[in-house]
Nanobody
Framework: VQLQASGGGLAQAGGSLRLSCTTS????????MGWFRQAPGKEREFVAT????????YYADSVKGRFTISRDRIKNAVYLQMNSLKPEDTAVYYC?????????????????WGQGTLVTVSS
């Protein structure tokens, strides 16, 4: 297993959760990383991305100002801090490693995927 996501669970609307994703050295440390999510019956969608050195980050409009992506290259880890959660944030969240160093929202750029962690937000 090259990517391992964790930290999902149940939260109330307005609450917070922090997702973590650990990567192997080969797949993560020099690559852009991203978080995506998939709600029941919907397609997988982009949430946030970060460049190889953490210098660039981009967010989906739906989470901008509420979610923060960060990474620790020494620990080969990527994080997604989710604040002010809404019921519409309920989904399985996936971390992914890009083929490229820069941050990108293009799902086709991502070569490796974690197994997903479920986030449920109650109203």
């Amino acid at each position: 297993v090259q990517l391992q996501a964790s930290g999902g669970g149940l939260a109330q609307a307005g609450g917070s959760l922090r997702l973590s994703c650990t990567t192997s050295r080969r797949t993560g440390s020099n690559n852009g990383m991203g978080w995506f999510r998939q709600a029941p019956g919907k397609e997988r969608e982009f949430v946030a991305t970060i460049s190889w050195n953490g210098g660039s980050t981009y967010y989906a409009d739906s989470v901008k100002g509420r979610f923060t992506i960060s990474r620790d290259r020494i620990k080969n880890a990527v994080y997604l801090q989710m604040n002010s959660l809404k019921p519409e944030d309920t989904a399985v969240y996936y971390c992914a490693s890009s083929r490229y160093a820069q941050a990108t929202s293009d799902i086709s750029a991502y070569a490796y995927w974690g197994q997903g962690t479920l986030v449920t937000v109650s109203s």
